[in-house]
Structure formats: C-alpha cells, structure tokens
C-alpha cells in the first residue's frame, strides 16, 4: 500500500512522516511528492503511483492568506479540485484523505460535531469548505478531517500560541495586551493530533471526522498558564480588550475517539 503526502516539509507533514517510520513503518510505503501541487503535469504523474492521497499541501497562516488570495485559491482549492477529478478518472478506487479545518464552523454554545452549522467567517475556512464540496461532489472513497487548533513548538509567530508565547518574553510589567481574550479555543499539541491523524489513515472510514481534544481553553487562562510554566511570571490581561461576543470553538471528537479508540486526554501544557 503506497501513502502519498503532498505538503510533507510543513510541520504536520513531518510529524506525520515520523509517526509513521517509527511506529507504521511495515503498514506503508510512503511516497513524497516533492514538486508544486501548481504543476499540474508533475501532480499527475505522481497521483498515478499511489494508493492513498493524504493532501496536506496548504497555505495555512490566516495572514499569508488573507495577504494573497488569489495565490491561497490556487494553492488551497484548484489543487483539491485537480486532484478529485483526476481521482474520480481512475478505474482503481485510490482514496483521498483531505485535511480541512474548524474554520468551516462558527462559534457554538455547544462543542462542535461533524453535524454543527456549517459558516466560515476566513476565507481560509471558505476555500476549505469550497474544497469539501468539490470531493464530495466527485468521490465516495474520501475522508475529510476538519482539523481543530494545534500547537508546535516549530510554528511561526502568525500563530496563537507562539504568537503569545513572544508577546509574554516582550513583555515589560505584568499587563499583556491580548485581544479578544475571552475567546475560547479547542487546542492540542502536534503529537496528540499527528497519533490521532495516523490512526484514522489506518481504518477504512469514510465521510467527515472532527479531529480536536474536545477540551476548550480561554485565551486569558491560557497566557496565564504559559506565563507561569514557561517564564515563572504571574501576569494578567488588558480588560479593555475583551470581546464583546466571545466566540467557542470546541471539538465534539466523539466520532473520533470511538473510530480511533485513543482516548487518552491532551495534556497541551506540558509541549510548551
């Protein structure tokens, strides 16, 4: 059986590659297409040897993408929208595992299911979404896995938690400006998702699975928490900054947890 990985240099892709070789090595031959998702002539030919397509390939920074939508489109749908109809071209049933995102949700009192209202506020979220259309309409041998918020130590400052981690080391007294820090968050660490990930490539399900801790966190606990674990510092927010309507993201990983029978609970913290 021979895995494809697009987007195998990004952070997820490498732990997902690591997973693997250390604990699936005789499951798969992995084969890394190691071109442009872009270069259509490449993708095809590569498309052709593999068995199943995890499609991790993605701009996935919300302000590289808002900074160059044209090029998020091409990159985030027309490579999807490529890859299904060539899949759907095959006479062999290869199978497509699509990494999409809690983005395609909104905010919800409750925490969220694969069956929760379906309203992307980024236009990340909306090319995700425009992408899940796009395989549902064209295959029945895929799996879409709406990925919630993850931590690695190896993430840029566009993201959250690093992006906190550098205002609390910048920080000079003990008030942090975080906006909209009563916002609550589904996140988890990189290891956490990348076993739970690897377990689902494992089965044969198909449809949507959320992939989230199901534990939801304030913005504000969690500065806190980073600033007392990591710098020994006991800090508090700006309470001008507060959202008016916070918003909850939380994952409902019921589906998950009974597909993949990992149960054990994410300790975040203990990765930062």
Known sequence: MILGITGHKGIL?????????KYEKNRYTISLYKSD???????????????IILHLAAVTSINDVNK????????NYNSVKFLTKKL?????????????SSHVYSSSKKKISE?????????YGKLKLKS?????KYLTNYLIIRLFSYYSPSQ?????????????????GNK?????????????????ITKQLCSIISKKNNGIINCGSGNGVTLEDLALKIAYNKFNKKIEVDKRLKSKKPSQIICNNYKLIKITGIKTRDNLLQYI
């Not at 998702?37 to 068995?51: A, H, P, Q, R």
């Not at 160059?68 to 990159?75: D, F, G, L």
């Not at 759907?88 to 999409?100: P, V």
């Open 13 to 21: 892709g490498k732990s997902i590659i690591n997973y693997i070789k």
């Open 37 to 51: 998702v872009l270069n259509l002539e490449n993708f095809e030919k590569w498309i052709e040897k593999v068995d």
């Open 68 to 75: 160059n939508k044209k090029y998020a489109e091409k990159v």
């Open 88 to 100: 759907k071209s095959y006479k062999s049933r290869k199978k497509l595992i699509f990494i999409s």
């Open 115 to 123: 069956v929760s209202r379906i309203n992307p506020l980024t236009y």
């Open 132 to 136: 899940e259309k796009e395989i549902q």
């Open 156 to 172: 840029s400052k566009d993201f959250l938690i690093p992006s906190i981690i550098d205002k609390i080391k910048k920080l000079k």
């Open 176 to 192: 942090i400006k975080l906006k909209n820090y009563n916002n609550i968050r589904d996140i988890s660490s990189i290891e956490y």
